[in-house]
């Protein structure tokens, strides 16, 4: 017998509490985290559930991975004594940071 | 507009669906660009870290078009990188429902691991919020009826006395929340 939890609504219909003004949207991120899944799991007997919370964590990333990865664009910016960010320093900044390797297909599409 | 995903039933603030509107892709949305966070979202985080890190040096930063592109292609990546490491993280411990230690595993393993405590930290105040809502006031009243310390604490220092009724109902409700442990209520979630 499922006890009673009181707020456990909030998360089986869906998080939309407001997780701050530039929070990415939470459907969105579930979307595309379950096609993730989904692809990776095809094999697996179907796609995974999401729990309430994940999209939060996830769009919480997202947001330090864009500052971080932004942060490494501007640093090639100053470099190249500019005040303009252009597309060559992110992808200087994927090339300078190890980190970044999964994003080397991305970037580096144009003449280098 | 048909096919427009950018109404959704989550708290937007009006410009963004003006400005996602407004982009030059003003077609229905290609299969690529549904998986892509709205653009002008990302667009404002960049602008924000720049502004921090920028700021102060006078003139503003500008950001080109097709680096802000690249930075929505990035985290686009990111997400799907994150996303099958996460469901990988799942499959190892044999659930069907990936949760938010599934997501900070596969940081680890991404060697986001910088990442992580941040993390923790974000989560714990968005359940709190969750719980006990934005104005805590209501609810340490409710809750601290009895406790002596309410009424010490009464005299301007509220809001320490609400987080450590805070702490103490988190410790209580971690035991009932269906967080962490792989719940029959996740299974009824269909995940909109």
Known sequence: MRQARPYSGMFCGGVSARTGPHALPLARIKKIMKRSAGEAA?????????????????????????????????????????RTVHREDVADAVRNTDLFDFLVDVVTNDND | MAGDTTKESEPQPQATQAQDKATPASAPLT?????????????????????????????????????????????????????ATAND????????????????????????????EPLRTSLQAFIDELIFGPSDLIF?????????????????????????????????????????????????????
């Open chain 1, 42 to 82: 095809a094999g697996d007997g179907g796609a995974r559930m999401i729990s309430g919370e994940a999209p939060v964590v996830f769009s919480k990333a997202c947001e330090l991975f864009i500052a971080e990865l932004t942060r490494r664009a501007w640093a090639a910016t100053l470099e190249g004594k500019r």
């Open chain 2, 31 to 83: 299969e690529a660009e549904v998986e892509e966070l709205p653009k002008a979202i990302v667009r404002r985080l960049v602008k924000d870290k720049l502004a921090h890190i920028a700021g102060g040096e006078g003139a503003e930063v500008i950001v080109n078009r097709d680096a802000m592109t690249a930075f929505a292609e990035s985290a686009r990546i990111f997400i799907h990188y994150l996303s």
């Open chain 2, 89 to 116: 993280m799942c499959k190892e411990s044999k659930r069907q429902t990936i949760n938010a230690d599934d997501v900070l595993k596969a940081l680890d393993e991404m060697e986001f691991s910088e990442f992580v």
């Open chain 2, 140 to 192: 340490s009243c409710a809750l601290n009826f009895s406790v002596p310390e309410f009424r010490n604490k009464n005299a301007g220092k509220r809001s320490e006395a609400s987080k450590k009724q805070k702490e103490k109902r988190r410790k209580l409700n971690e035991e009932t929340l269906p967080l962490k442990e792989n719940d029959p209520a996740d299974d009824a979630e269909n995940g909109d």
